[in-house]
């Protein structure tokens, strides 16, 4: 399982490329030639401009992404546009193409499927048909126990509000300026600046998360991975903002049983604009945070740490030193179910980074 890969750490400061990362982890033990199953959590740069090399060698199973709107889309892609350098906002623009619209790479990603916010909750199509309704084939939605193996379970959670008024106001603004039969990637070569005024004044900030896909990686009922079954319950959140529309974090406290979470990934690399005191509540946890040694944002903030600690749980910041790498192992007896119906018993041992 993979879950987002990129980074916008400077590779000068790196002790090993991003390309050699990657090259370590598919070589590392079990010469890894096969992804079962790969999250994208949005489409930022800094998130996903591994996957090419990634997939390089490396086949994938099945890819699985969040549920977009149009507006949404547009608005991702001006802002990598806005804030990465060209050539990683291109390739983020054929990522989406690929897995949202059919592009000439789709075939790497194995079978794509999108999470949807709620089976009531689906894209519109706005009335000018200038919108494409993304090419999907399978639909999982929020809260969706979707297991890989007989003793292990994914829950993926959208956060997305569809046609949030900023999005829209965004499309407004364009079609204004430039009219309803505008070309993005000809508006995004020749006025990037305009762009940028009409992003800023519709959304506010070009550092937004509109959405994520949250993922509750777990053991399947009955399964105790031992020596420590519950840090063997993990969140991963990539840049979830709980500030967003319509409550997300009290939407995905509906899907996911938080008290059982042992291991935690922070959001946006420890920013504070992110963090929610109500995240550290509970019982003992270990929290991941991910973040590069010579972030320009200063990630992750030093008043976030201090409040996990002071809750009584264990901080590990993870960055792009060897050092800071982080292995949890655990082992899974399969012998019997919760029925007490006679399994072939087998040990194996589940390795999580």
């Not at 193996?149 to 965004?170: A, H, M, Q, V």
């Not at 997300?248 to 690399?269: A, C, F, S, T």
């Amino acid at each position: 399982m993979v879950y987002d890969c990129g980074t916008e750490t400077g590779e000068k400061n790196m002790e090993a490329s991003l390309d050699d990362q990657i090259d370590l982890f598919k070589k590392r033990k079990l010469q890894i030639s096969q992804i079962d199953i790969l999250f994208i959590s949005h489409f930022h740069a800094d998130h996903i401009n591994g996957l090419k090399r990634l997939l390089e060698n490396v086949r994938v199973k099945k890819t699985v992404i969040p549920m977009l709107d149009e507006p949404a889309i547009i608005a991702t892609r001006v802002h990598n546009h806005l804030r990465y350098s060209r050539g990683n906002a291109e390739a983020v623009d054929k990522v989406i193409e690929d897995l949202y619209y059919g592009g000439k790479g789709s075939e790497r990603y194995g079978e794509i499927i999108v999470v949807g916010p709620d089976k009531k909750d689906e894209p519109q199509i706005l009335e000018d048909g200038r919108v494409r309704a993304p090419m999907v084939k399978t639909r999982w939605y929020s809260g969706d126990r979707i297991p890989v193996n007989k003793y292990w379970e994914f829950i993926p959670f959208n956060s997305i509000k569809f046609n949030d008024p900023r999005t829209l106001d965004l499309i407004t603004r364009i079609d204004f300026h430039f009219g309803p039969n505008y070309n993005l990637d000809y508006l995004i070569k020749n006025y990037l600046s305009s762009l940028r005024d009409i992003y800023r004044k519709a959304m506010g900030s070009t550092n937004d998360n509109l959405y994520t896909l949250v993922v509750v990686s777990k053991p399947v009922d009955g399964v105790k991975p031992m020596p420590r079954p519950r840090l063997a319950h993990c969140i991963y959140m990539g840049d979830f903002d709980y500030r967003q529309s319509a409550d997300p974090w009290e939407r995905l406290k509906v899907v996911i049983n938080y008290d059982e979470i042992g291991m935690v990934q922070v959001p946006h690399h420890g920013a504070k604009g992110n963090w929610l005191s109500e995240m550290g509540d509970g019982k003992r946890r270990h929290y991941i945070v991910s973040s590069g040694t010579t972030n320009g944002y200063h990630h992750p903030n030093y008043w976030v740490l201090h409040e996990i600690m002071d809750k009584g749980h264990k901080v590990i910041v993870v960055s792009e030193k060897k050092a800071s790498r982080k292995a949890y192992v655990f082992e899974v007896d399969y012998g019997k179910d919760k029925q007490g119906i006679e399994r072939d018993t087998e040990t194996e041992n589940v390795t999580t980074e």
